[in-house]
């Protein structure tokens, strides 16, 4: 068994990179966000990743853009303590500090032109204290302290002062050796939840709990004077001036971005229907653009006609991952749960948002202030092997009302490069849809089956349609399969689709999917627990089914109708590799095994993959570039994608990127010989001082010799016994 250290894990994609205000560089032409521990930059034009600065280790608390040596930087923090600036043009890091402070809450910098000053909070005993710093000399002191606040509180810099909003108090303290320090109350059953300071001025802006904007003036006066703008019915989460002040901006739940004057209440505009609710607003020094951070992981670029102009996507973050990890081999992506009614394709090999297929086709309804409203959701989805049909499970149940259950199959259109909806069908089970799947055949009438909580499983098949009009088909209902009024809760299809494999309770039963025939049905007397994972083995294991109950995972020989071995083993996912034919058990506590259907003796176990607090989710085998490659390791072949309940994507096995291996096809064995004599010398040159480290195996892939030999003109050649050696060590394989 390998050990959990040989096989890495890398993170791919996912976290929220939401989580700060985007910023903009001076120019307005980059937009910056924080990503875990990194700083991001994209064009606000057209949405490409610039540069990724890095060299923090820890999670970033605050990022902010300054002024060092006259030049235009970007500054971060991180939980540490440890501050870092790059060079916004060379992306270079001009400075670096460590604070001598640890579990640091928030991170400002100070606007100045002369020393190079930071505020930030941290929590002390039960106090939340405010420290300001100067980064360039070993100077800080105490400016502010609050009780320690939940829910948490907000803080925003302005000009020569900073502003603290926690609970229903909102404090004004000024820079300097006065620490003058102004307070207000609002009322006892509301909360600020969001505030932003003027530009220039003393005027600052918060958001409370009941949905209303108020803006604050003379805020050292004793008597205060406030406005108060009110649309939004949700709490605001996030309020943004201008660059000059005179107008703002407002977001919360509702999916709508207000724009309001700041002298006139009433007058407002809205962008509304955006993809998911907004967490932060921030608005370039021209006025040219506004970047909207909404909750979907996206940066949304509006001009100032509040027209998109692009969007800055990275894995859609949902709120469950009911419907899995599939991969799909034609665009060699990973469909999951994206947007609130859609799924998303993701690519594994740029690591990008491919696009969203929409697949309720309904407005998203949003929370009322006291109602809590419940959408349409994706529960199932599963794709055919050659990647044109897509069957999806929506359902809708607010446990009032009767429940909507719909199966719906898209068909890709080739022309257009688009899913299109081929057939819906209402209420395709009495009760939810538990299982889904395609048989795993490129045959053009293939088959799908439902497993569904009315303890029956529906065979689905593509059926003609046509009319006089035009060619058309649709899906029916081929058969319906039940045994015992058991309850199903899972299928697999065998490696050439001749078989179905489904768990009524704790039976494993074995049908032919075509005619609904019942094979087999197998049973433990001590295997009492209802079978909740069913996976047929492929390959030399195609004979082997691998059936997982709650705390038990045991293997089936189909062809002799006895069990193969059976371990206690408290699983939550089970997967299968149709490519070399292992499988992997995830269970609760977040540990993965590999294995072979065949033995339970385990190919790798993984002890700590994760911290405590991270669960997987979901999980699948996706081929690597090098999948056909079978001199390499299992997970070099087929690393294990997954992701966590804090909506991150990670990879077991494979490597960062490609750099462990190199690319045969710019590699050429040139060997020693008659034929390779023949060769330019310039080329054989060039093939000894290429420097092959880290391949493992060196292999003419492109058949270049061969086919340099099969051109050229034969009254040119050599005899072939002269070439044999050549062309035969060239196409072998070498230990080293």
């Given at each position: 068994m390998?050990?959990?250290?040989?096989?890495?894990?890398?993170?791919?994609?996912?976290?929220?990179?939401?989580?700060?205000?985007?910023?903009?560089?001076?120019?307005?032409?980059?937009?910056?966000?924080?990503?875990?521990?990194?700083?991001?930059?994209?064009?606000?034009?057209?949405?490409?990743?610039?540069?990724?600065?890095?060299?923090?280790q820890?999670?970033?608390?605050?990022?902010?853009c300054?002024?060092?040596?006259?030049?235009?930087?970007?500054?971060a923090?991180?939980?540490n303590?440890?501050?870092?600036?790059?060079?916004?043009?060379?992306?270079?890091?001009?400075?670096?500090?460590?604070?001598?402070?640890?579990?640091?809450?928030?991170?400002?910098?100070?606007?100045?032109?002369?020393?190079?000053?930071?505020?930030?909070?941290?929590?002390?005993?039960?106090?939340?204290?405010?420290?300001?710093?100067?980064?360039?000399?070993?100077?800080?002191?105490?400016?502010?302290?609050?009780?320690?606040?939940?829910p948490?509180?907000h803080?925003?810099?302005?000009?020569?002062?900073?502003?603290?909003?926690?609970?229903?108090?909102?404090?004004?303290?000024?820079?300097?050796?006065?620490?003058?320090?102004?307070?207000?109350?609002?009322d006892?059953?509301l909360?600020?939840?969001?505030?932003?300071?003027?530009?220039?001025?003393?005027?600052?802006?918060?958001?409370?709990?009941?949905?209303?904007?108020?803006?604050?003036?003379?805020?050292?006066?004793k008597?205060?004077?406030?406005?108060?703008?009110?649309?939004?019915?949700?709490?605001?989460?996030?309020?943004c001036?201008?660059?000059?002040?005179?107008?703002?901006?407002?977001?919360?739940?509702?999916?709508?971005l207000?724009?309001?004057?700041?002298?006139?209440?009433?007058?407002?505009?809205?962008?509304?229907?955006?993809?998911?609710?907004?967490?932060?607003?921030?608005?370039?020094?021209?006025?040219?653009?506004?970047?909207?951070?909404?909750?979907?992981?996206?940066?949304?670029?509006?001009?100032?006609?509040?027209?998109?102009?692009?969007?800055?996507?990275?894995?859609?973050?949902?709120?469950?991952?009911?419907?899995?990890l599939?991969?799909?081999?034609?665009?060699?992506?990973?469909?999951?749960?994206g947007?609130?009614?859609?799924?998303?394709?993701?690519?594994?090999?740029?690591?990008?948002?491919?696009?969203n297929?929409?697949?309720?086709?309904?407005?998203?309804?949003?929370?009322?202030?006291q109602?809590?409203?419940?959408?349409?959701?994706?529960?199932?989805?599963?794709?055919?092997?050659?990647?044109?049909?897509?069957?999806?499970?929506?359902?809708?149940?607010?446990?009032?009302?009767?429940?909507?259950?719909?199966?719906?199959?898209?068909?890709?259109?080739?022309?257009?490069?688009?899913?299109?909806?081929?057939?819906?069908?209402?209420?395709?089970?009495?009760?939810?849809?538990?299982?889904?799947?395609?048989?795993?055949?490129?045959?053009?009438?293939?088959?799908?089956?439902?497993?569904?909580?009315?303890?029956?499983?529906?065979?689905?098949?593509?059926?003609?349609?046509?009319?006089?009009?035009?060619?058309?088909?649709?899906?029916?209902?081929l058969?319906?399969?039940?045994?015992?009024?058991?309850?199903?809760?899972?299928?697999?299809?065998?490696?050439?689709?001749?078989?179905?494999?489904?768990?009524?309770?704790?039976?494993?039963?074995?049908?032919?999917?075509?005619?609904?025939?019942l094979?087999?049905?197998?049973?433990?007397?001590?295997?009492?627990?209802?079978?909740?994972?069913?996976?047929?083995?492929?390959?030399?294991?195609?004979?082997?089914?691998?059936?997982?109950?709650?705390?038990?995972?045991?293997?089936?020989?189909?062809?002799?109708?006895?069990?193969?071995?059976?371990?206690c083993?408290p699983?939550?996912?089970?997967?299968?590799?149709?490519?070399?034919?292992?499988?992997?058990?995830?269970?609760?506590?977040?540990?993965?095994?590999?294995?072979?259907?065949?033995?339970?003796?385990?190919?790798?176990?993984?002890?700590?993959?994760?911290?405590?607090?991270?669960?997987?989710?979901?999980?699948?085998?996706?081929?690597?570039?090098?999948?056909?490659?079978?001199?390499?390791?299992?997970?070099?072949?087929?690393?294990?994608?997954?992701?966590?309940?804090?909506?991150?994507?990670?990879?077991?096995?494979?490597?960062?990127?490609?750099?462990?291996?190199?690319?045969?096809?710019?590699?050429?064995?040139?060997?020693?010989?008659?034929?390779?004599?023949?060769?330019?010398?310039?080329?054989?040159?060039?093939?000894?001082?290429?420097?092959?480290?880290?391949?493992?195996?060196?292999?003419?892939?492109?058949?270049?010799?061969?086919?340099?030999?099969?051109?050229?003109?034969?009254?040119?050649?050599?005899?072939?016994?002269?070439?044999?050696?050549?062309?035969?060590?060239a196409?072998?394989?070498?230990?080293?």
């Amino acid at each position: 068994m390998e050990e959990c250290m040989e096989v890495p894990v890398h993170f791919k994609g996912g976290g929220s990179f939401v989580n700060f205000p985007p910023i903009f560089s001076n120019d307005g032409e980059s937009v910056f966000a924080c990503s875990k521990n990194m700083v991001v930059e994209y064009s606000a034009k057209t949405g490409k990743l610039l540069h990724e600065y890095k060299g923090i280790q820890d999670k970033i608390i605050g990022f902010r853009c300054c002024s060092f040596n006259l030049y235009e930087c970007i500054a971060a923090c991180s939980v540490n303590g440890e501050v870092a600036i790059w060079q916004t043009t060379s992306h270079f890091k001009v400075f670096q500090k460590q604070i001598p402070l640890k579990k640091l809450k928030t991170f400002h910098m100070i606007p100045s032109e002369e020393k190079l000053r930071a505020l930030v909070s941290y929590k002390f005993k039960k106090r939340i204290c405010f420290e300001v710093i100067t980064l360039s000399a070993n100077k800080k002191y105490t400016v502010f302290s609050i009780e320690h606040s939940k829910p948490d509180y907000h803080v925003s810099v302005g000009n020569g002062y900073f502003s603290v909003a926690w609970r229903n108090k909102l404090d004004f303290i000024k820079f300097g050796k006065s620490k003058q320090v102004s307070s207000v109350h609002i009322d006892d059953s509301l909360n600020f939840t969001c505030i932003t300071t003027h530009p220039t001025e003393e005027i600052v802006l918060t958001g409370d709990s009941l949905g209303r904007v108020r803006s604050w003036h003379d805020i050292f006066e004793k008597k205060k004077v406030q406005t108060i703008f009110h649309w939004h019915t949700l709490p605001v989460r996030t309020v943004c001036f201008s660059t000059s002040g005179t107008y703002f901006y407002s977001g919360a739940d509702e999916c709508v971005l207000v724009k309001w004057q700041l002298e006139d209440a009433s007058n407002r505009r809205f962008v509304p229907r955006l993809a998911a609710e907004i967490n932060h607003i921030a608005v370039s020094n021209n006025n040219l653009y506004v970047a909207v951070a909404t909750r979907d992981n996206a940066i949304r670029i509006l001009d100032s006609t509040l027209h998109q102009t692009t969007v800055i996507q990275q894995l859609v973050l949902g709120k469950h991952y009911d419907c899995g990890l599939t991969y799909d081999h034609r665009t060699k992506a990973l469909i999951t749960n994206g947007n609130q009614g859609q799924v998303q394709f993701y690519s594994t090999d740029h690591m990008s948002l491919l696009y969203n297929v929409d697949i309720v086709v309904q407005n998203k309804i949003t929370n009322e202030r006291q109602c809590t409203m419940i959408n349409t959701e994706i529960t199932k989805i599963a794709i055919s092997k050659c990647g044109l049909w897509l069957a999806t499970v929506e359902e809708r149940n607010d446990d009032l009302y009767s429940s909507e259950i719909r199966l719906k199959f898209w068909k890709f259109d080739l022309t257009h490069q688009k899913f299109e909806l081929n057939t819906s069908i209402e209420y395709p089970h009495e009760k939810s849809i538990n299982s889904l799947a395609f048989q795993p055949v490129l045959k053009s009438n293939v088959i799908c089956v439902t497993v569904g909580n009315d303890n029956k499983f529906k065979v689905w098949k593509l059926t003609d349609a046509s009319t006089v009009y035009k060619k058309d088909a649709m899906w029916l209902c081929l058969g319906i399969g039940f045994h015992r009024d058991l309850p199903c809760k899972a299928l697999s299809f065998s490696a050439d689709g001749s078989l179905l494999a489904t768990g009524f309770g704790k039976l494993l039963t074995i049908w032919t999917p075509d005619s609904c025939e019942l094979k087999c049905s197998l049973t433990h007397p001590l295997h009492i627990e209802s079978i909740n994972h069913v996976c047929f083995g492929s390959g030399l294991n195609c004979h082997l089914v691998v059936a997982a109950s709650t705390n038990q995972v045991s293997a089936w020989n189909v062809l002799t109708l006895t069990m193969m071995w059976s371990v206690c083993l408290p699983v939550s996912l089970l997967i299968s590799d149709g490519l070399s034919g292992h499988m992997a058990a995830i269970t609760r506590n977040n540990k993965v095994y590999v294995f072979s259907p065949a033995s339970p003796k385990l190919i790798y176990a993984s002890q700590d993959l994760l911290k405590k607090y991270d669960n997987i989710v979901a999980a699948t085998f996706v081929p690597s570039k090098f999948s056909s490659d079978v001199r390499l390791e299992w997970h070099q072949r087929t690393p294990i994608f997954f992701i966590t309940s804090s909506n991150e994507l990670f990879c077991l096995g494979a490597t960062e990127g490609t750099d462990e291996f190199t690319e045969y096809e710019q590699y050429e064995d040139v060997s020693e010989g008659f034929f390779s004599k023949m060769q330019p010398l310039s080329k054989v040159n060039m093939a000894k001082t290429s420097t092959v480290e880290k391949i493992m195996f060196e292999k003419d892939m492109g058949h270049k010799s061969i086919k340099k030999y099969l051109e050229a003109p034969i009254h040119t050649s050599a005899p072939v016994r002269f070439l044999c050696y050549s062309m035969i060590r060239a196409l072998s394989l070498q230990s080293n």
